[in-house]
């Protein structure tokens, strides 16, 4: 590869990475009025499937598992079509140069949740015991989100830093405090830790969005 070449790619990448930094500026608005609709959803999606795992039959390792990957999937399935809607609503191209900025800062946190996830629900010799004694597993999911909110805040709205640390100290603390609220005879349903963050929290974040935003398109 001649030394003038290596000049012309590099010189390419930077003009492209300053153009896709340029865009996320402009369409950080678009955005965030993006996100109230999506964090609203998964915040449904995450609080109904609390309520279901919680009194249903799903008891098991395999079937927390199982269970909260479905659900994870049909969040994913509600957001990609909302972000489409949005897109489309906005004359763009759904997988830009941003879109996958994003997609690759988020992929890495997710991959290796849902790696541990199928590791617990097929492969761990436990995988039919009683969820509740295995704790850990909600905690974790919470940390590696937090992480892969975090990493993709750096190209979208300012807030998701923020909203991806709070997932990852509260996972952190969740961490400590659960098994020795276990041993102290205190046993927190691991669907409730599940809906809290997942849904709870989303939903909170969502209609947070939507009155700032209301209230910014009215002055």
Do not use: N
């Amino acid at each position: 590869m001649s030394l003038q070449y290596r000049v012309q790619m590099e010189q390419d990448w930077a003009a492209e990475h300053l153009q896709v930094i340029r865009t996320l500026m402009e369409r950080s608005a678009v955005y965030r009025r993006a996100l109230a609709p999506v964090m609203s959803f998964a915040g449904f999606i995450g609080i109904a499937a609390a309520v279901v795992g919680h009194f249903g039959p799903i008891k098991s390792v395999r079937g927390f598992v199982f269970f909260w990957g479905g659900v994870s999937m049909i969040a994913l399935g509600g957001t990609f079509l909302l972000v489409r809607r949005q897109a489309i609503k906005d004359q763009e191209t759904i997988w830009s140069p941003p879109t996958r900025r994003v997609a690759q800062a988020l992929l890495p946190c997710l991959f290796v949740g849902a790696a541990i996830g199928m590791m617990m629900g097929v492969a761990f010799p436990g995988s039919d015991a009683p969820v509740i004694d295995f704790q850990f597993l909600a905690p974790i999911w919470v940390i590696l989100y937090g992480c892969a909110l975090h990493s993709a805040g750096f190209f979208t709205a300012r807030g998701i830093k923020l909203f991806g640390w709070a997932f990852i100290v509260a996972g952190c603390f969740l961490l400590f405090a659960l098994p020795r609220a276990g041993l102290a005879g205190v046993a927190v349903s691991p669907h409730w830790v599940m809906g809290f963050f997942f849904g709870l929290l989303h939903l909170a974040y969502g209609v947070y969005l939507y009155f700032t935003e209301q209230r910014r398109s009215a002055t």
